[in-house]
């Protein structure tokens, strides 16, 4: 525990010192705000705004991201929902949320229009809308390719300019059109420098096609440095900047992954240079809504109304310096139970924020996969289901469906047929990790770094052994 953050620094994140966080947690006396319980609507006009110091926007403490919007049931998973879609948006809308995220990239590239349909039917000073240069592969890296993407961004969210513009997933490595594997910093070289694109992007912005620059980061922190270097010597000036934060990541992201870099570095850097910190993956794909059944215990014990995923949500929006906090509300009820979290927000305490170090640590120590849940590694080409594979190993992680050889013999039966029969019901025996052939194109898109290949060979290895007794 001695790399969690100590009471004061916490307090002067959360703005200024211990002076300062009189007034900002004036609302935690007595232990509660007020506001709705769980199952009621979330109150009207009580949503957390935070304001952009560079552009004096007011943008809501929750942000919707893009990323994971409702399919229609029965279909093969491609088609959305687009009444849906519209029908949350609207309600979004109408409780104060007024940034809304995507990609080119996200929902097999349809999220962008479906974006664009549900917010068109809203006045254009109703809501922000970020979407990314998401030029991940080479034959996009050419300065007119990367120029059409930002052009069909534009024509598919149905709008004249993007408030938000980031350079997406700067950090991670890639691999060049002739197969040869490419670092970060060669990476954000390729796709942003070499073609120019990252000053065709300053011009839009000078233009007022672009309101706010920024960029998204994983991976390699020597590129997170250099780009804030950038922006010290005045080369590059960053409005805004999209990192990964969550009470798992403060402390803990570079011992689960090398690749990662702690939350509490990359929120001080943002936070002296007063640049305002985009949040994202604030549940981590949902795993810390989905933790061990001791340490719901113990959260319910602390505050029995709260939900397990709201802790999660008032630790990545309290920081003064966090503008938005983003998250993919695929259903109704995801956006309300967040809507009631952040209207208005009740900032963590230092206490508060003292167990969630030591809820860290727990989870930490689990050794789950670091599986987000993203999708970006999807469609694997040889037909497998990355993230179903990763999410039932780590599920049975949470809850105690590891069978090995120590476990007493009745134990271990239970927790050997648990894992064997959920593994065939979650995932198609012809989508499981036998099927991985390792051609490692993955690797390349998945923003925690995964070696999936690998954890695929010791998921097959793990499953193979208990199927014959082995362990």
């Known amino acids: ?58 943008v809501s403490l929750l942000g919707y991201g893009m990323m994971r919007l409702p399919m229609l049931e029965g279909d093969d998973s491609s088609t959305i929902d687009q009444d849906m879609v519209n029908q949350q948006v609207d309600y979004a809308i109408a409780h104060g949320v007024n940034y ?40 996009t890296w050419s300065r007119q390719a990367s120029i059409d993407m930002f052009e069909d961004s534009l024509r598919l969210l149905q709008v004249d300019y993007i408030d938000y513009l980031l350079l997406h997933g700067t950090g991670m490595g890639s691999t060049d059109a002739d197969g040869n594997a490419l670092d970060g910093m060669e990476t954000l070289q390729a796709r942003y420098m070499d073609n120019g694109i990252l000053d065709w992007l300053v011009e839009q912005k000078a233009q007022g096609r672009i309101r706010n620059l920024g960029f998204s980061y994983h991976g390699e922190v020597e590129v997170f440095d250099t780009l804030l270097q950038w922006h010290d010597e005045g080369r590059y000036h960053w409005d805004f900047v ?65 939900s397990v995923a709201s802790w999660a949500f008032r630790f990545a929006g309290t920081p003064e310096g966090v503008l938005t906090v983003l998250s993919g509300m695929t259903y109704m009820e995801h956006l309300r139970e967040n809507l009631r979290t952040y209207s208005p927000l009740r900032p963590v305490t230092a206490d508060e924020n003292e167990f969630l170090m030591q809820v860290a640590w727990e989870l930490y120590n689990l050794k789950a996969i670091p599986c987000n849940e993203c999708n970006y590694c999807m469609p694997c080409p040889y037909g497998l289901n990355i993230p179903a594979i990763f999410s039932h190993y780590n599920k049975c992680i949470r809850e105690g469906n590891i069978p090995h050889d120590e476990q007493p013999d009745t134990e271990y039966r239970r927790a050997r047929r648990a894992f064997l029969i959920g593994y065939d019901r979650s995932v198609p025996r012809l989508r499981q990790a036998n099927h991985c052939i390792g051609c490692g194109e993955c690797m390349s898109h998945c923003p925690q770094s995964i070696d999936i290949p690998r954890e695929m060979r010791q998921i097959d290895n793990f499953v193979e052994q208990i199927r014959q007794r082995e362990i």
């Open 1 to 58: 525990m001695d790399k969690a953050i100590n009471r004061r620094n916490f307090l002067k994140y959360l703005g200024g010192g211990i002076a300062a966080s009189s007034t900002v947690l004036a609302a935690c006396t007595n232990g509660r705000t007020p506001t709705t319980a769980d199952g009621e609507e979330p109150a009207d006009g009580a949503m957390t705004m935070r304001t952009n110091p560079n552009t004096g926007d007011r």
């Open 100 to 139: 809304f995220d995507t990609s080119p990239a996200y929902c097999q590239g349809l999220s962008e229009q479906s974006t664009g349909i549900a917010l068109h039917r809203h006045p254009r000073d109703a809501y922000y809308v970020a979407t990314k240069l998401s030029n991940f592969s080479p034959d």
């Open 242 to 306: 999209q990192i990964e934060l969550n009470y798992l990541d403060w402390n803990y992201a570079d011992e689960i992954n090398a690749n990662n870099t702690d939350a509490v570095y990359l929120y001080a850097e943002l936070e002296k240079r007063g640049i305002p910190a985009v949040i994202m993956e604030p549940l981590l794909g949902g795993r810390l809504a989905n933790v061990t059944d001791a340490v719901v215990a113990k959260m319910k014990q602390r505050d029995p109304e709260a």
